[in-house]
């Protein structure tokens, strides 16, 4: 059974103080992980997908990396606005095109 | 605007009361799903439909009925509710690919419908 496991659940950071999210992953053959940002009351918002090892992709402060077991979403110099709630998702063939997300990690910015 | 509906945002009912959430979506996507979110237990697919009379069950299927007779509706029924179906639900549509590593492109999703059973 594919798991996705998030680490840490909350994060409180002060703006400019850069820190990384976790997102460790089981899958039997990656087909993509996703990373969503989703704010209260609203529905997730794409930011990234990677499909191999070794693959990054930038948007903003946000920078998110792959490896074969993981994947960081790093913020650097955060602002207010970065708060949210960020999400991790994969997605394996043999689940078919079912995405498994993980629980998430509140982040917090403060000015 | 591409955008993903849903409606009611909001509905309180009582137990055994059959209810439908609408989801309509303005891209012309193949794929359409729907997934409940709870505190602790993250975002779970109930179901998904690849196309038009194309469904199939996701990881919490129980309770819940849905039909794809259109490409942009994918309506999510509740024959007889219960309390522990009292959630936030969302509805999330994209386009499939068959020539990617990944099967699915950016998944869209609607704002939420936020559902208590009495």
């Known amino acids: 059974e594919d798991q996705v496991t998030q680490s840490p659940e909350a994060l409180r950071l002060q703006e400019g103080e850069s820190s990384s999210l976790n997102c460790s992953y089981t899958v039997s053959g990656l087909r993509g992980l996703f990373w969503y940002r989703q704010d209260p009351g609203k529905g997730p918002e794409f930011l990234f997908t990677l499909y191999s090892a070794g693959e990054e992709k930038e948007k903003e402060r946000l920078k998110a990396t792959l490896t074969k077991k993981e994947s960081f979403l790093h913020i650097t110099a955060p602002k207010p606005e970065d708060s949210a709630t960020y999400l991790c998702a994969v997605q394996a063939p043999a689940a078919g095109n079912k995405l498994t997300f993980g629980g998430g990690t509140r982040v917090l910015v403060k000015p | 605007e591409a955008q993903v509906t849903q409606n009611p945002r909001y509905l309180i009912t009582v137990t055994g009361k059959k209810l439908t959430v609408t989801c309509s979506q303005n891209m012309n996507h193949e794929y359409m799903s729907w997934y409940r979110q709870d505190p602790g237990l993250g975002l779970r697919q109930i179901y998904y439909s690849m196309n038009v009379e194309v469904t199939d069950k996701g990881d919490v299927p129980e309770g819940y009925k849905v039909s794809r007779k259109e490409k942009r509706n994918f309506p999510l029924i509740l024959e007889s509710p219960s309390p522990n179906q009292t959630s936030l639900y969302f509805c999330?549509?994209?386009?499939?690919?068959?020539?990617?590593?990944?099967?699915?492109?950016?998944?869209?999703f609607g704002p939420g419908t936020r559902l208590l059973v009495l």
């Open positions: 999330a549509s994209s386009n499939l690919r068959s020539n990617r590593l990944a099967a699915q492109e950016t998944q869209y």
